[in-house]
């Protein structure tokens, strides 16, 4: 399960670098199948991995796929054998009556058809809950949490470290971000600034238009592609506006302090010291979710005023006001 969600982050980044049909990668032969059609025919075998985007693939009687085989939208005749795991998000999969999967079936919103005589020696993760390991440390225990169906055990002090470790992954990215595009960066936080409740609210329009319409497109098996895409511009959308944010405390950090720093190294403190805190507070049961949220969505919602940066946003134009009637003329005064 570990391989299988570790691929599947790495296959995403080499679908971003190189969308193609279906290419070679790698000593394994790793394919990726993004759009369009592939088949793997009779006695062919594939000694990688498998990844479908979006696209059609038939497996046919006699073939072989190594590794594991993922599937994000799409459809997947499979009359062959799979060595590892077959995970399908979204879409379709056909296993034929010679079809034997030799590792787990994960299934997350995906159609799946087993003739009778296909094969899993695994386990079909969409019926089952599975426990997966959790690390335990001294003086803390385990907590357990529902997660896409799983029964995840993690420990208090484990998800702190791991908050830790994004918000100094993204302080780094902020200092990056500043140093290569400062004045998008400024505008989005001007924009927040200034106009927060226009900021808030268009924040959270463009949040649940942009759920909806991922969901939508991922679900449908031509556009899975669109909607991954569309998932990722909204991930990279919500990083940028809360960079913003945190450029804008660490000027105002630095200003309390009276420190000389540059553009790019308050971006980066701000945007340590924010996350730390709404990560922090989101610890707290029932509120904890308020503090992220809502940097979120005011972060979001200058991206979306300014276009990305693109543009100062200088607040809704106020309508024109009539011109004030002309005073009336002073009476004549008669000659004497």
Known sequence: ?????????????????????????????????????????????????????????????????????????????????????????????????????????????????????????????????????????????????PYWGWDVSVSPLTSALTYLIQALVLAALAVLVVMFFPEPTNRVARAVVEHPLYSGAAGLVAMIVSIVAVIVLIVSICLCALGILGAMALAVAVAFGWIALGLEIGRRLAAVFKWTVHPAAAAGLGTLVLSIVANGIGFIPCVGWLAPTLVTLFGLGGVVLTRFGSRLYLGPASPALPAPPAPPAPPEVPAV
């Open 1 to 145: 399960m570990k391989r299988i969600l570790a691929l599947t982050c790495l296959v995403l980044l080499i679908c971003l670098a190189l969308p193609v049909n279906a290419m070679a990668a790698g000593e394994q032969d790793d394919r990726v199948v993004w759009g369009g059609t592939y088949s793997l025919g009779e006695g062919e075998t594939i000694d990688g991995n498998l990844l479908i985007v979006g696209g059609v693939v038939s497996l046919a009687e006699g073939s072989s796929v190594r590794g594991d085989v993922l599937l994000f939208g799409g459809t997947l005749s499979a009359d062959g054998v799979v060595e590892q795991d077959l995970a399908a998000i979204g879409g379709m999969v056909s296993l034929g009556p010679q079809a034997v999967i030799r590792g787990d079936l994960l299934r997350m919103g995906a159609v799946v058809d087993m003739a009778p005589g296909a094969v899993v020696e695994g386990r079909d993760l969409a019926a089952e809950v599975v426990d997966l390991p959790s690390i335990e440390l001294p003086f803390v225990g385990p907590t357990r949490i």
